[in-house]
């Protein structure tokens, strides 16, 4: 039967440079053209980047070798400084509104100056807002020139009726985008934490008034739900390597693990915590004391779900390059999607969404928007290479 | 062209322009063109500006101004026009890069 | 050791096992194919180019393959794979040579932002670079193949690279492309240049390449002071008209023209000012090959 994929130099070469970035010092240049290869499908090569940075390793990197790892880290620069424009104009954009603004994820690690904000590309931002303020929002946004995305009524209704977010908005100028929710896990999901004790407890931005981003408690948990939540495991190492930082950063203050765990209690959520704990723990070497480990077990769920969550996700999260996988992976990735939507939508509206948006939503996007398609024609690319945004 | 149908804008209070703060802008220009580029490093953003444009910027990055004083500055380069026509080609022009992002205004 | 030195065999049976790794100005290219035009393609296209023995390790890992299934079956198709990974849908069969080119084109552009990469083709005489920006149908593939016929060094026929520590053309010569009536024009114009297989009802039509001459491929390592920047336009019969152009538009149109101008920031806005601070700018309009080879010919040499 399935068992768990036996740890081999080759396979989790990126992974143990990662935990230990030391080991940098003892790679071979054929060593170095796979941990660049996992790295890349990993979405993480300017992460090792900068963590080599800081430890002062970035000599070991061989000469051929660094022109990969400088490129990448200069995509994310960008990305930060992109965020950061992006967020003074959101802020510029709802100051008449007069509601408190939550940063969350990639936009909440970039204006707080939290580590997992380096090394990273962020492609949406997303912000919380009270639901009663949503019309407002919406409105001053579309005022301030960001447009609705998702014309399709069934789309549409997916989002604001099911899940806890509008509909994309899409800048019209800056064709970036910005997703606006009013709680962090669908209203139809079986979990409900209370958005309301979240944005109680946030924290304030300095320098923009009414901005605020989770407690450190709160943030984990969010980064943790969304990862054992999400179906899209391709940036599972990635997510999985934030909620590291993040855990890493925030447990240098004192009673931080103790407020954690309570928290997670509160909010019910201790079972998305006892997954973050033990996999990044397990796969990461996360410094989680023990005695948390244990208390975070009375989150675990049955014997025969912890197992197989095991085998699913300890595939699931490594990175999606070749070397990683063995034949089980493709199916742990399938069966975690399908988990996702599960937790996400309560079965008898999950088969409908998904039967539509495999057969019915293609046909009628492909009528709208014959371009853009999920993969990009070559010939187009090469012949209208006037790049995505003349900037 | 005239002022027939156009407003032009009484400044009371003034309106005092800079460039957008936390930002620099670079500017780069070659002798004798007509038009410049101004790279703003916030943004990303990069436009193709006109000689005004270049000129009010230039002053602008030095310090604050209203259409008044960027008038006494350079208005005389504009030949034989009338001093309110000027100035409120200034302002309208300042609106432009004000739309695109590249200044911001307070009153005084 | 050179592509050249290998039997066609050998290249074969390293397509399909390991791979071949090609080395390409400043990048190794490890290519996998089954595919036995993949193999022709390279035999002939890449027989001067070096080869890296013990490949350590690769720039891009890239693959040309069939895909199978019953999809494969009815209709022949090929695969560019990027390290395992397919951006792109899937091309005619017959197309699997001028895939492995322009899949090589999108690792290029899409990765090496430790230069300013620009949609133009690049050739070299005494040292300077003229570079030829890429809008469609303004002929540069077939002028940069005229040229580099007469003399004219190939840095390279689609994308420009100019590095921002000494500011000059990364020389990463590659087959040129040429496209429905060019490839007559310049079978005909140059008949000892070596045009790999006619490749028809592509998205750009009718397509072929030609292969770098050997000098280029020889002198790949040696970079380039960019001196003009020619924007030309064919026109069937005109007489060759070179006239200034603003540099204030140059620089926008090679902003446009460039892959990652803005990935790049500020680093990107002044290495691009730099170039322009230093290149003549010129519209080009040109009706016969040779009257536009005497006028790249005659470009006047800055001063340095």
């Known amino acids: 039967m399935l068992a768990k994929p036996p740890h081999s130099l080759t396979v989790d070469l990126f992974l143990t440079l990662l935990q230990n970035p030391d080991n940098a010092r003892t790679l071979d240049l054929q060593q170095w053209d796979l941990v660049v290869r996992q790295a890349r499908r990993a979405q993480l090569l300017a992460r090792l980047y900068y963590s080599l940075e800081r430890d002062d390793l970035l000599s070991s990197i061989p000469e051929q070798a660094k022109w990969h790892f400088e490129a990448a880290a200069k995509v994310t620069k960008r990305h930060v400084d992109s965020v950061q424009w992006e967020v003074k104009q959101i802020y510029r954009a709802l100051f008449s509104v007069g509601v408190p603004i939550v940063l969350l994820k990639g936009a909440a690690y970039v204006m707080a100056g939290l580590p997992p904000a380096t090394g990273r590309v962020f492609v949406d931002v997303d912000i919380m807002v009270p639901k009663g303020a949503l019309n407002d929002v919406e409105r001053a946004l579309k005022r301030r020139g960001w447009m609705a995305t998702h014309h399709d009524e069934y789309d549409q209704r997916y989002y604001r009726q099911w899940m806890h977010e509008l509909p994309p908005l899409k800048h019209a100028r800056r064709q970036t985008v910005l997703d606006v929710h009013h709680t962090i896990l669908p209203e139809t999901a079986r979990l409900h934490p209370d958005p309301h004790k979240l944005m109680m407890d946030a924290v304030p931005l300095d320098g923009m008034e009414d901005v605020y981003v989770f407690a450190p408690e709160d943030m984990v948990l969010h980064s943790a739900t969304h990862l054992f939540h999400d179906g899209e495991l391709e940036h599972g190492l990635r997510d999985l390597v934030d909620l590291d930082s993040l855990l890493r950063h925030f447990s240098q203050a004192d009673g931080f693990w103790e407020r954690l765990l309570d928290r997670a209690v509160e909010m019910e959520l201790a079972r998305p915590l006892y997954y973050a704990l033990r996999y990044t723990s397990n796969i990461l070497g996360t410094p989680v004391p023990d005695g948390i480990l244990s208390k975070s077990r009375q989150g675990k769920p049955s014997m025969m779900v912890a197992w197989l969550m095991d085998q699913l996700f300890y595939r699931a999260l490594k990175p999606d390059h070749a070397s990683c996988r063995d034949s089980f992976t493709g199916l742990a990735r399938w069966v975690l999607y399908i988990r996702a939507h599960y937790l996400r939508m309560p079965l008898h509206l999950l088969i409908p969404h998904l039967f539509y948006k495999s057969f019915i939503t293609p046909y009628k996007e492909r009528q709208r928007e014959k371009l853009a398609e999920n993969q990009p024609n070559l010939a187009d690319f090469l012949k209208d290479v006037a790049p995505e945004n003349r900037k | ?108 | 050791m050179k592509v050249s030195e290998l039997s066609q065999d050998e290249i074969r049976s390293r397509l399909q096992s390991n791979g071949i790794s090609l080395v390409i100005g400043p990048y190794t290219l490890c290519v996998q194919s089954k595919l036995n035009d993949v193999a022709e393609g390279i035999s002939l296209l890449y027989a001067d180019y070096p080869l890296q023995e013990a490949a350590l390790f690769a720039d891009f890992h890239i693959s040309i393959e069939s895909p199978t299934g019953l999809r494969g079956f009815l209709k022949p198709q090929v695969n560019f794979a990027f390290d395992g990974h397919v951006p792109f849908k899937p091309l005619p069969r017959e197309q699997a040579v001028p895939l492995l080119e322009w899949g090589t084109n999108w690792c290029i552009g899409n990765y090496s932002h430790q230069f300013i990469i620009i949609h133009a083709a690049v050739i070299e005489k005494n040292g300077f670079a003229a570079l030829l920006p890429g809008q469609p149908g303004a002929g540069k593939s077939t002028l940069c193949a005229g040229l580099v016929s007469r003399g004219w060094r190939l840095l390279s026929d689609e994308l420009t690279l100019i590095s921002p520590y000494d500011k000059c053309v990364v020389p990463v010569p590659r087959p040129v492309s040429l496209k429905n009536e060019s490839i007559d024009v310049i079978q005909e114009f140059a008949p000892d240049a070596l045009i790999g297989p006619v490749v028809r009802d592509t998205n750009k039509g009718t397509v072929a390449h030609m292969k770098s001459p050997a000098e280029s491929v020889k002198q790949a390592n040696i970079p380039a002071i960019p001196a003009w920047i020619v924007f030309p336009r064919y026109k069937s019969n005109a007489p060759v008209t070179l006239m200034q152009r603003a540099k204030g538009r140059s620089f926008m149109e090679l902003a446009e023209q460039s892959f990652n101008y803005n990935i790049l920031g500020a680093d990107g806005f002044k290495l691009l000012k730099h170039t322009i601070d230093n290149c003549s700018c010129y519209n080009f309009t040109y009706g016969h090959l040779n009257e536009a080879i005497d006028a790249f010919d005659s470009l006047p040499i800055p001063k340095c």
């Not at chain 2, 804008?9 to 070659?30: G, K, M, N």
């Open chain 2, 1 to 108: 062209m005239g002022l027939e149908g156009r407003e032009i804008e009484q400044p009371s209070p003034q309106r005092y322009w800079q460039i957008s703060p936390d930002t620099e802008l670079f500017l780069a220009h070659w002798d004798n063109e007509e038009e410049a580029v101004v790279y703003q490093p916030g943004s990303g953003d990069t436009y193709l500006i006109n000689d005004i444009a270049r000129r009010v910027i230039i002053i602008l990055q030095e310090s604050s101004a209203s259409a008044v004083d960027i008038y006494d500055r350079i208005g005389a380069s504009f030949g034989a026009l009338p001093r309110q026509e000027i100035i409120a080609q200034l302002e309208n022009l300042l609106s432009g890069l004000l739309k695109v992002g590249l200044v911001r205004f307070h009153y005084r």
